[in-house]
Each structure stands twice: as structure tokens, then as C-alpha cells.
């Protein structure tokens, strides 16, 4: 019995359509590049419609009010900016802002906006489980154990984020250029009970 010429074709055909091509690697990275920007674009939007700019971006004020400062984006209060003095009593009962919108003085203390940056000094060594512990179960650091994430830190409201939220929004918080700013530890309230 001679064997068929048509399954050795079809043999062949089998074996080399099984085979990587040079071409699909290509494309696959070309869909891994667009995947990542998509992402990196979705957080982004996440980010902005969030509000997470309105605290944890230094502002700068000009001829037409008040912007952002692209330059410290999403990087937190500044080391740099001191606190000025304030009526401790007023305090027990109002919220007061520092003149960048990075702190925050109330009953419960002063509280700082986090660097959200890719340095050391922000989000730079946090894994996405961390971050995600931190948005949805307000733990400072996202670390079992850790302080309560304090006001105005809205991380109540973000405790439904879908796992692709989340993962959309690290991804673009790891895309933006790295700002060295170390953030004060949070203060105690000295308002008078």
C-alpha cells in the first residue's frame, strides 16, 4: 500500500502552520504595546475623573488662577512647603488647606497627599496588591497593619473599582516620571477639645 501524497501535504501544512513565525511574535508585541497605552490611557482617565490630581498635585497660581503643577504631577505635598500657623481651636471644628492644596488640618490632625510616583519616595517599590489594599481597604502603604488612610483621602469611594480599574490605574501612576518628594508623616490634632 503506498501512502497518499495528499497527507503528507496535509502533514506539512500541519507542522508549519505549528510553527512560530517571526511575523506574529512581531504583531503580538505591536498588540502588547497598544494594550499597555490603552491601559496607561484608561488610568489616566481613571486618575483625572477620580479627582486624584485635586490633592495629590501641588498647584501653582498665575494670571489665570489656579493650575496644576505638571512639573510635581501627582507627586503630593512638598517637602519643601511649610505649614503656616493656625488657630488651633478654629480646628476642632474646620478644615483648612495648605496654599497648594497638598495638606489638610482638621479634627482628626494634618494629613499630607501621597507621591503617587514611580520614585522611591512614592509608589516606586509597591506591588499592584498593595496599591489596590490601600484604595479599597484605606491602609496606608496598602500593608495589613498600617494606619488608616485619613481625610480628605475619599478611599471609601473606591472600594468598588473593578480589578481592571485598579490595574489601569497603577499602570498609569507607574508610566509618570518619578518625583523625588518625601511626604511629613501626618500630625496629631492640637485643636482644643
Known amino acids: 500500500m503506498k501512502p497518499n501524497a495528499s497527507i503528507f501535504v496535509v502533514l506539512a501544512l500541519f507542522i508549519a502552520a ?16 497598544d494594550n499597555l497605552a490603552a491601559e496607561i490611557a484608561r488610568g489616566e482617565y481613571l486618575v483625572t475623573a477620580i479627582g486624584c490630581n485635586d ?5 501653582i497660581f498665575g494670571p489665570q488662577g ?5 512639573d510635581r504631577l501627582l507627586s503630593g505635598h512638598p517637602a519643601s512647603e511649610d505649614l503656616a500657623s493656625y488657630d488651633t481651636l478654629t480646628t476642632g471644628s474646620w478644615v483648612l488647606m495648605s496654599p ?4 489638610y488640618v482638621g479634627p482628626w490632625g494634618t494629613s499630607f497627599a ?7 519616595t512614592g ?30 483621602m475619599p478611599w471609601q469611594n473606591l472600594v468598588n473599582l473593578s480589578d481592571e ?3 489601569d ?12 518628594n518625601i511626604v511629613p508623616n501626618p500630625l496629631p490634632s492640637m485643636a482644643v477639645k
Open 123 to 152: 509608589i516606586g517599590t509597591w506591588t499592584e496588591a498593595q496599591f489596590a489594599k490601600a484604595i479599597r481597604e484605606g491602609k496606608a502603604k496598602g500593608l495589613d497593619g498600617a494606619r488608616p488612610l485619613l481625610p480628605p
Open 18 to 33: 505549528c510553527q512560530p513565525r517571526e511575523s506574529s511574535r512581531a504583531s503580538d508585541d505591536v498588540v502588547g504595546t
Open 55 to 59: 490633592c495629590h498635585t501641588p498647584k
Open 66 to 70: 489656579m493650575s496644576l503643577d505638571y
Open 165 to 167: 480599574d485598579v490595574h
Open 169 to 180: 490605574i497603577f499602570t498609569y501612576l507607574k508610566s509618570l516620571k518619578p518625583v523625588r
Open 114 to 120: 501621597s507621591n503617587l510616583t514611580p520614585d522611591g
Open 100 to 103: 497648594s492644596l497638598t495638606a
